[in-house]
């Protein structure tokens, strides 16, 4: 096995860089207006049926990127065009819909649609016509890695169901007094599933008990007997693998048996009302961006943030500031221009190729794909509500605020 | 081995549930039962009740019986209409299934259209209010919702047993042709029933904004559960939809403290089909 020279290194990332400061800058300094034929950029979003709700904050994040790049230079001197179809949150319909799209639309380029069922769907049609795929959500990074030019927008490294659960027992160890038992429960949706076993696994890696694992159907309606069993297994440390509101239906559920969590984590929940509910002060969650520094510093959020709040309001979507979720959906465009503008061509092979030996700014930070599944490091960090607000508390490095205690 | 007092909490928490299952299938029941149509429109209508109370409390900060108030008279009318239109389709009962499962999507996709598909929740003082009996929680809106639909199926059963009208429709779906000939006006009060049917729809949708998160698409998670409370419970008896309801809960419950929660779907079907494999008389 060779290794690139540092200069080939330097190099790859000097591009990557000057592929999306190429974006930015352009979007600042006022060019041209793009002309010409417009590039096409395919993909399908949930936009009815279970998941709509996320979805609905990826449309308004890659409508708004289709926005500044149109607003700017486009892609290449050319406008942007997003033909977005709605794939009903059914993954037998997303692989329907992008044939259509690369066959009866003849989209130029493509990316991955919400949630792990239908990129699989989707990416098993990209594959067939050689398309790039860049996903934002795929939380099972192993399942993309039988495709080499699919390419994960959000850093979830290779194996975030060891990294992510050791970072967050990092962080709570970091409190005075540290948690001695863990109450793993969870969705059984795929990618909640898969990270809740890391969760018990490392867990007990560690020395720490776990009076009770507990997995749960996507879609439960009542959590009166789940939450029965939390409050008698008692651990000092909840780690929920829920997604969208089963956090705030399980806090509803404890609170009408006089329970309280001591320190509670929830995976993928619905950003807003988590954050409105009383019972969820100082929760933790999973976060790869949150609006504030220094996050917020990084290329592209300061045109980005302001319009994503703008139509987030417009939507009529309850939480508006900009997060995790539709940043994914921003990235997978970002990512997919500064392969174009840097290589100046719409040939999925050349773009696939430099992405995978070039480091790429981005509003996660500076990512790569040359590792396994095509993964750069993990980049995920823990947040917490402080004060009515998210707010990055894990690594130190980044975080915005200290740990609290609950 | 759970706890007994986890046994217990579980069990109360299942019977409660179950009495949601019993309100929502109560219209079903009824109308599968003595009008010979399978209304999955119900599903739908429940959760714009919802969405309507949602409204009127969350948004426009009216009280819960102003809710009630334009819920009620408002569904009965939409129940007339739609039994109107199978009247005048002459839709038969796997027809109607097709034909309000229609309806259904369409009335999801209008509550999608106004309300979007982000989660909405109705926020209320009382939302998570539970009181003591010894070791035990008793969830206060649960409770009511139970209460509620055993008054609703009692009294359902008291008007189809004891009143002429009430004789008169059990009588038609019995045998229709024999009932006209006694001179039963099945027509004029298959309105009646069809009407009722969407009202108790509307009563369940206002403890479904109370008591859950709601979004469009959860009008399908409660299908295969009622589905299988109608006909556990016997198709067109209010109390036997209780009752089933009940069963069903308190066993999703047990399911999930003894089990795994992962289980609690499989309890309903398991029971449907060992129902069906013994064929009791009941049924």
């Given at each position: 096995m060779t290794h690139p020279s540092l200069d080939t290194k330097r190099r790859n990332l000097l591009s990557g860089i000057a592929g999306g400061l190429a974006l930015g800058l352009g979007a600042a300094n006022v060019k041209a207006a793009p002309t010409g034929k417009p590039i096409r950029i395919g993909s399908t979003l949930s936009l009815t049926g279970p998941l709509a709700q996320t979805a609905a904050l990826h449309r308004i994040a890659g409508e708004s990127f289709v926005d500044i790049a149109n607003e700017g230079a486009g892609i290449l001197g050319r406008p942007v065009e997003w033909v977005l179809l709605d794939d009903q949150s059914k993954p037998e319909v997303t692989r329907s819909l992008y044939e259509k799209l690369l066959t009866v639309d003849k989209v130029d380029l493509v990316i991955g649609p919400y949630g792990t069922n239908s990129i699989l769907a989707a990416m098993g049609v990209a594959q067939r016509y050689g398309k790039v795929f860049i996903q934002s959500s795929m939380g099972i990074p192993k399942l993309g890695g039988s495709y080499d030019m699919q390419f994960p927008a959000s850093p979830f490294g290779p194996y975030p169901e060891k990294d992510y659960p050791a970072k967050i027992l990092d962080c709570v160890a970091s409190l005075p007094t540290p948690p001695k038992s863990v109450t793993v429960l969870t969705s059984k949706f795929p990618s909640a599933q898969f990270m809740a076993e890391g969760m018990r696994d490392v867990a007990k890696q560690r020395g720490l008990q776990v009076p009770l694992y507990l997995e749960y159907e996507f879609g439960t309606r009542d959590f009166a007997s789940i939450a029965a069993r939390v409050k008698d297994a008692n651990a000092d440390f909840l780690w929920v693998g829920a997604l969208g509101l089963e956090g705030n239906q399980l806090l509803e559920a404890l609170k009408k048996l006089e329970y309280s969590p001591k320190l509670h984590f929830y995976l993928y929940p619905a950003p807003g009302p988590l954050l409105a509910q009383p019972e969820a002060k100082n929760v933790l969650s999973h976060s790869f961006f949150e609006d504030h520094p220094p996050f917020s510093n990084r290329v592209g959020v300061a045109k980005l943030s302001p319009m994503y709040r703008a139509r987030a309001v417009k939507a009529g979507v309850q939480y508006t500031q900009l997060d995790s979720q539709g940043t994914g959906t921003y990235n997978s465009f970002h990512l997919l221009a500064s392969a174009v503008e840097a290589t100046k061509s719409?040939?999925?092979?050349?773009?696939?190729q430099w992405l995978k030996k070039s480091t790429v700014d981005t509003v996660f930070g500076p990512l790569t794909f040359n590792g396994t599944y095509n993964h750069g490091?993990?980049?995920?960090?823990?947040?917490?509500?402080?004060?009515?607000?998210?707010?990055?508390?894990?690594?130190?490095?980044?975080?915005?605020?200290k740990l609290n205690a609950s | 081995m759970p706890s007994f007092a986890l046994l217990c909490q579980a069990l109360v928490s299942g019977l409660l549930a179950g009495g949601l299952y019993g309100l929502l299938g109560l219209g079903l029941s009824l109308s599968w039962g003595l009008l010979r149509l399978v209304n999955i429109a119900y599903f739908a209508l429940a959760f714009l009740g919802a969405y309507v109370t949602y409204q009127f409390g969350s948004v426009l900060h009216q009280s819960l019986a102003v809710s009630i108030l334009v819920i009620l008279p408002c569904f009965f009318a939409f129940g007339v209409g739609l039994h109107w239109l199978f009247k005048r389709f002459h839709v038969g009962e796997f027809g109607s299934l097709l034909v309000t499962f229609g309806v259904a999507v369409l009335i999801e996709s209008m509550i999608q259209w106004l309300w979007t598909a982000d989660f909405r929740r109705f926020e209320t003082p009382y939302g998570s209010s539970s009181f003591k009996v010894g070791s035990i929680f008793v969830p206060t809106l649960e409770l009511a919702a139970f209460l509620t639909a055993s008054v609703l199926a009692v009294g359902t059963?008291?008007?189809?047993?004891?009143?002429?009208?009430?004789?008169?429709?059990?009588a038609s779906a019995e045998d229709h042709e024999m009932a006209a000939a006694f001179g039963i006006n099945h027509r004029s009060q298959s309105y009646v029933l069809s009407g009722l049917c969407a009202s108790y729809a509307g009563v369940a949708g206002v403890f479904i904004a109370l008591i859950s998160t709601l979004a469009p698409s959860q009008i399908w998670s409660w299908l295969g559960v009622v589905f299988a409370v109608v006909i556990i419970g016997r198709l067109g008896n209010p109390i036997g939809a209780l009752v089933a309801g009940v069963v069903i809960g308190a066993c999703e419950g047990l399911a999930m403290a003894v089990l795994s929660p992962a289980w609690a779907p499989i309890v309903s079907f398991s029971i449907l089909i060992g129902i069906l494999l013994w064929q009791p008389k009941w049924l």
């Open positions: 719409l040939d999925d092979k050349v773009l696939g490091p993990d980049r995920m960090l823990v947040k917490q509500v402080q004060n009515g607000k998210w707010v990055v508390v894990w690594p130190r490095d980044v975080a915005g605020a | 059963w008291l008007w189809l047993s004891r009143t002429y009208v009430g004789k008169a429709l059990r």
